[in-house]
């Protein structure tokens, strides 16, 4: 078995890197900043980046968020959440917030979530598989000639369909105002909607926060002195399951059309 041996101050030099990449992401078109470059782009960038950061999830029409998107996470037109334009100057007054494809020569206009069935991408009605469909608005079928637009009938884990979810692009502001997690303010680039560990897990399976919410939702999620395990999980699934039973008869979350991806 070989060991990894750093030279004096090479660990230091990796987390630095690693800093480096959490914040400048794709910004450098591959080619390392100078550091006087990249100090430039930490002074343009950071405080728009703290100020106007958009939270991405799919989300059920209970309002659960089943999947909380992050830097490495796959759009319907097969790029990362990365390769999309995640920085705004401003926030656009129009919902819902467009947030394009930088790759050169994608036809991607938004960003739209598509979950996979195990390893593989979920398919359309028309048999075929998400990636066998255009990424250009329709989001048509490129195998065949009878396919309307993609719709997959794919389960989530949450129950419902995948035709059902939406990907919500969504102000910190937004999120407050229904109780949802925004985690703490920081610098990195597509955050997404990750705002702790547990983001990484899906919807039903996120007993607690993941982030900085309101402060009824912060006293819920504190073990009480009597609750073992299995109780204080317990009462956060049931509490979980009531508010999205509460969100589901307000019908808060229209269901989007037949062509829009999953």
Known sequence: ????????????AVDEYLEYRRIVGEDDGGKLFTPEEYEEYKRKVLPLRLQNRLFVSWRSPTGMDCKLVGPETLCFCTHRYKQHKTDLETIPQQRPIDLPCRVTGCQCRAYHYVPLNGTQPIRC???????QHSAAPGFTC???????GFHSCFTCACGQPAYAHDTAVETKQERLAQGKPVGQD???AAMGG?????????GYMRLDDSGIVGTSSQVSSIRRPEEDDMAFFERR???RIKME????????APLP???KPS
């Open 245 to 252: 039973k509460a969100g589901k008869r307000k019908g808060k």
């Open 125 to 131: 009605r028309c048999k075929h598989f998400a990636d």
């Open 186 to 188: 920081v610098p990195y």
């Open 142 to 148: 490129n195998a065949c000639s009878k396919c309307s």
């Open 194 to 202: 990750l705002t702790g560990f547990s983001s990484l897990a899906e």
């Open 237 to 239: 699934y049931q509490e």
């Open 1 to 12: 078995m070989e060991r990894l041996t750093l030279p004096p101050g090479g660990a230091a």
């Open 257 to 259: 059309s037949a062509t």
